[in-house]
């Protein structure tokens, strides 16, 4: 996923990991653009059932502040059954850098 340029300061990292059913990404990708948010890089893979997405999302034009999307996805994720977690990009980086 490339993450290198641009603001990072309007940018999160969301993750969501759990059991694979139909309708995850929808679900997701639906809540973010209820907000405006915007979808720029995303990779998925299933492994023996387990769903595992990233998602790299500009918020510069989200109608929610970081914290009133976050609790939505919180509230998403009981709802599905899986993990969904959201970062600013900083932190993100921060925190997994090399």
């Given at each position: ?9 309007n940018?999160a990292?969301i ?12 679900a ?14 995303i ?16 918020l510069g034009?989200?109608?929610?502040v970081?914290?009133e ?12 059954g899986?993990?969904i ?7 993100f980086?921060?925190m997994?850098?090399?």
């Amino acid at each position: 996923m490339a993450i290198g340029g641009g603001d990072s300061t309007n940018r999160a990292i969301i993750t969501v990991l759990g059991s694979d059913r139909s309708g995850i990404v929808a679900a997701v990708a639906g809540a973010l653009a209820d907000h405006d948010a915007n979808i720029l890089d995303i990779s998925q893979t299933i492994l023996q059932g387990i769903f595992t997405m990233t998602m790299l999302v500009d918020l510069g034009d989200a109608a929610a502040v970081f914290a009133e999307l976050q609790e939505q996805l919180s509230g998403l994720s009981k709802e599905l059954g899986v993990q969904i977690t959201m970062q600013r990009e900083e932190v993100f980086n921060y925190m997994y850098r090399l």
